[in-house]
C-alpha cells in the first residue's frame, strides 16, 4: 500500500472498487468498504471487562481545585451506578483522575 501511495484511508478511498481488487484480490472488496465505515460483521465481545469509569468534560472550564473537589460527590454516585452491575468482582484500584485544559 505504501507503494501505492496509500497511507490513511483517505487515501485508500480515492480508489475504485475495480483498482482495488485488480491490485489485492478479494480483499480490496473490503478495503473498499472498510475505509467508508462499511463493516457489516457483527461486533463480538467476549473479553472480561477490566475496568469502569466515569468521564466527564464540562461546558466551562472548572477554575480551581475547589471546583473540581466539588464535582466528585456526582463523578462518584456516576461511578457507584457503573460499578453495580459488577458488585461480584473486588475492585483493587479506584480513583479519580482530573485532566486540565494543559493535559496535565
Partial sequence: ?????????????????QKL????????QQLFHYCRGI???AVECHRERK??????????DLLSLTACI???PT???QLNQRLKPYNERIIKNQFIKI??????
Wanted: proline residues 2%.
Fill in 99 to 104: 485532566k486540565f485544559g494543559d493535559f496535565t
Fill in 70 to 72: 466539588e464535582q466528585l
Fill in 75 to 77: 463523578l462518584f454516585n
Fill in 21 to 28: 481488487m485488480e491490485c489485492f484480490g478479494q480483499f480490496g
Fill in 51 to 60: 475496568s469502569v469509569s466515569v468521564e466527564q468534560t464540562f461546558p466551562a
Fill in 1 to 17: 500500500m505504501l507503494a501505492m501511495g496509500i497511507h490513511t484511508c483517505l487515501d485508500l478511498q480515492a480508489f475504485s472498487l
Fill in 39 to 41: 463493516d457489516n460483521r
